[in-house]
């Protein structure tokens, strides 16, 4: 399985931002989705993630109510809408795709290179 994410880019704060991942290789409809992030010096942490049913999303509190993940099956798909950004959440941002429904970056099945999300003040 092949993740490509895409859609990050420079954004002023309050801003807006939707990154979409790709899966190829296999179908993603039997399997749970995750975002997580890196932003330098740090380690890699939770955003957000959803259950291969799409009836079950859990987010990181730092991002509840700003962020909405979703997943779209029949484009092998993963989203994460991004609104309201603050310069906190710059980061490479990564997504994920696992047999287990984890709040944490490890032990997901395969992962994304990860696309850059910059938020300036």
């Known amino acids: 399985v092949q993740l490509q994410a895409s859609g990050g880019g420079l954004v002023q704060a309050g801003g807006s931002l939707r990154l979409s991942c790709a899966a190829s290789?296999?179908?993603?409809?039997?399997?749970?989705m995750g975002w997580f992030r890196q932003a330098p010096g740090k380690e890699r942490e939770f955003v957000a993630v959803?259950?291969?049913?799409?009836?079950?999303?859990y987010y990181a509190d730092s991002v509840k109510g700003r962020f909405a993940i979703s997943r779209d099956n029949a484009n092998n798909a993963v989203i994460l809408q991004m609104s309201s950004l603050k310069p906190e959440d710059t980061a490479v941002y990564y997504c994920?795709?696992?047999?287990?429904?984890?709040?944490?970056?490890?032990?997901?099945?395969?992962w994304g290179q990860g696309t850059l999300v910059t938020v300036s003040s």
């Open positions: 290789g296999r179908r993603v409809g039997n399997y749970h």
């Open positions: 959803i259950s291969w049913r799409g009836d079950q999303t």
């Open positions: 994920a795709l696992g047999k287990l429904l984890l709040f944490t970056p490890r032990n997901w099945d395969y």
